[in-house]
């Protein structure tokens, strides 16, 4: 079955900086990868995903770039903010109603 | 209009109780899903409805695990005798027919004593 790894575990950036966050995963066969962020005490939130026909994918200070043949993707915060500070989680999945599969996610502080 | 819903928010009970969890999935989402969230962990999946077919029971992690979905709607995951590595977050999430987007509800943290 699919594995899906993420890292790092922290990051803390300072205010406007950038923040880069790595996964990879385990089956070819996965064509949707969605990023969601947690803040606490709430369920995660989608904040963009990217399908595998696509490379790249930008919504304003958020990006996600995919390499299907290496299976790695990124999401990129560009400018970062206090209210950036969260939980963030990759995930991965076939197409249709398959479950997501998740990494075990990356805690961002953003420093003012 | 109303996201996904679940209760109760917080749930603490003894070793051996069983314990039931509600989720409201949005209207007209036909798939639902169960995840479970362990302390500094990511979610790992348990169940899975998709309209009336059979659920995707892959996930649970043992017998104790049960989950129905009455009228393509409402969920309920049963925990029967408790123990106390079942302490967690239990999240539920929706999705639309056709849709990419799981929605999630905000879920029921659970505390085995």
């Known amino acids: 079955g699919e594995n899906v790894e993420q890292h790092p575990s922290t990051l803390s950036v300072q205010e406007g900086d950038s923040a880069v966050i790595k996964c990879t995963y385990s089956?070819?066969?996965?064509?949707?990868f969605p990023w969601y962020k947690q803040e606490l005490g709430k369920g995660p939130q989608l904040i963009i995903d990217?399908?595998?026909?696509?490379g790249e994918k930008k919504d304003q200070r958020i990006a996600v770039t995919l390499n299907k043949t290496a299976k790695h993707f990124s999401l990129h915060i560009t400018e970062t903010q206090p209210e950036d500070s969260a939980v963030y989680f990759c995930?991965?999945?076939?197409?249709?109603?398959?479950?997501?599969?998740f990494g075990k996610g990356t805690r961002l502080s953003v420093i003012a | 209009g109303a996201g996904v819903s679940q209760s109760p928010s917080n749930k603490v009970t003894e070793k051996g109780k069983d314990v039931e969890l509600r989720c409201d999935p949005i209207?007209?989402?036909?798939?639902l899903y169960w995840y479970r969230q362990s302390l500094g962990q990511g979610l790992e999946f348990l169940i899975y409805?998709?309209?009336?077919?059979?659920?995707?029971k892959s996930g649970l992690p043992s017998d104790r695990f049960s989950a129905e979905r009455t009228g393509g709607s409402v969920s309920t995951l049963t925990i029967q005798r408790t123990q106390q590595e079942d302490s967690a977050v239990y999240l539920c999430?929706?999705?639309?027919?056709?849709?990419?987007?799981?929605?999630f509800g905000p879920g029921t943290r659970l505390t085995v004593l």
């Open positions: 409805f998709q309209g009336n077919s059979a659920p995707d």
């Open positions: 990217i399908r595998s026909n696509v």
């Open positions: 089956d070819s066969a996965s064509n949707y």
């Open positions: 995930a991965a999945r076939q197409s249709g109603n398959t479950p997501l599969v």
């Open positions: 999430a929706s999705k639309g027919s056709g849709l990419s987007e799981q929605f």
């Open positions: 209207s007209g989402h036909t798939a």
